[in-house]
């Protein structure tokens, strides 16, 4: 199966032409229309060097709010407010955050200067979202991603301090779960989000619950 080019037409392949590991597609913009079409069908992008690469890997790794795990450590950390939670308080902070976080086993990051521009305008779009945790009046940890109706799909996370980005995903978890989300799309397995609860389902029941929820 060969790899698709995207060029100015917005549109996207199906889904079940993805290679094994995922990749659908390459090329195109990130432009806003691009990018909510890509989410409402399951696609995300990535960027390899100076070419935005689209993925929808099967499985899919999500997390369901009502299966939230949070474990005793982390109870008593929340019961204690440890840190200060907010939200949207400073979506630029979190997205640059991720973009400098060095990571075991990546060498530099995905997080172009035209992926800040273009989620950056999906924020003022109401689209793109951050939550933030905050200790000793310092940004400590946080993540972002993209609402669309029903569904959050998560972007990137980092932490400065033991637990705040833990803290930031259950806290605000438990607000988008108040405010009607049904899923949270994690993208890829990671065991930190394992641990919190998500899981893995097939590919054709992610996009399935997507055209319910978006």
């Known amino acids: 199966m060969s790899l698709h080019v995207l060029n100015d037409k917005i549109w996207f392949p199906p889904v079940e032409d993805a290679l094994e590991d995922g990749?659908?597609?390459?090329?195109?913009?990130?432009?806003?229309?691009?990018?909510?079409l890509a989410y409402k069908k399951g696609i995300f992008p990535w960027?390899?060097?100076?070419?935005?690469?689209?993925?929808?890997?099967?499985?899919?790794?999500i997390l369901l709010p009502d299966e939230l795990v949070i474990?005793?450590?982390m109870k008593t950390l929340l019961k204690r407010n440890a840190f200060e939670f907010t939200f949207n308080k400073d979506?630029?902070?979190?997205?640059?955050?991720?973009?400098?976080?060095?990571?075991?086993?990546?060498?530099?990051?995905?997080i172009k200067s035209e992926v800040v521009e273009a989620y950056t305008e999906l924020h003022k779009l109401g689209y793109a979202?951050?939550?933030e945790t905050w200790y000793e009046g310092q940004l400590v940890g946080g993540l972002y991603g993209v609402r669309i109706g029903?569904?959050?799909?998560?972007?990137?996370?980092?932490?400065?301090?033991?637990?705040?980005?833990?803290?930031?995903?259950?806290?605000y978890v438990e607000q988008l779960k108040s405010e009607g989300v049904l899923l949270i799309d994690c993208q890829v397995y990671t065991e930190h989000l394992e641990s919190l609860g998500a899981k893995m389902i097939m590919r054709q029941q992610f996009t399935h619950l997507l055209e319910q929820l978006t």
Not at 47 to 61: K, S
Request: charged share 20%.
């Open 23 to 36: 990749l659908l597609a390459a090329g195109g913009t990130l432009s806003t229309e691009r990018l909510l």
């Open 47 to 61: 960027y390899d060097g100076e070419l935005p690469l689209w993925w929808c890997p099967n499985p899919r790794f």
């Open 71 to 73: 474990s005793k450590s």
């Open 91 to 110: 979506f630029s902070g979190v997205v640059n955050a991720c973009k400098t976080k060095e990571r075991k086993g990546q060498d530099g990051t995905w």
């Open 129 to 131: 979202h951050s939550a």
């Open 150 to 171: 029903k569904v959050f799909f998560g972007e990137s996370m980092f932490s400065h301090k033991s637990n705040a980005s833990k803290y930031a995903f259950i806290k």
